[in-house]
């Protein structure tokens, strides 16, 4: 009885690490799919984490007067509002979500938009110490989505993150890429007042 018990544990575990290798494969091909087809970008993603983000991104889009621009889980409305206006980006062009309470959660929560729009490229905008972290973590959410996108780093002083966080993330966005779940739920700012009146 051990032995069978032993012998269906292994194969599932090689079923499931064949499933895994499979489908990461699969990502390069969509993503390779998305650039053919999509050439350039189509939209703006910005990640929140701070003002000079939706700063950067306004001086970004007075070159770019064509793409609409998502703020993901960024500062207040009012906040940011202000800040687009001052440099004439028409506000029509913006879109606020603020469903993401982590890096994984601002391309999980939006990816499906993205689809309904047939977006298939976008620029992505964060910050330089987290543009590693948010680059591992689009190319599995997004390239498994047949979506592919432009990264441009905002410079900062602070130190690049650990590559902790990264293998982390690429865990989650593995698990969302096979059961719709990140572990946000566990993230404390999952269930505070100020993510829920958002």
Known sequence: MSQLYYLLKKYWVLSLASFILVFISIIPIRIAIA?????????TLTLGGGPEREKFTAQFAQNHPNLDIWISSGILPAQAFAIFEEMGISTERIHFDYRAVDTVTNFTTLVHDFQNRHIQHIY???SDFHLPRAKTIATIVLGSQGITFTPISIPSAQPRESIFHI????GRSLLWIMSGRTGASFNPRFHSPLYASR
Do not use: F, G
Not at 167 to 170: C, F, H, I, P, T
């Open 35 to 43: 650039s053919y087809q999509a050439p350039h970008p189509q939209a």
């Open 167 to 170: 293998l982390r993330d690429s």
């Open 124 to 126: 992505l905008i964060t």
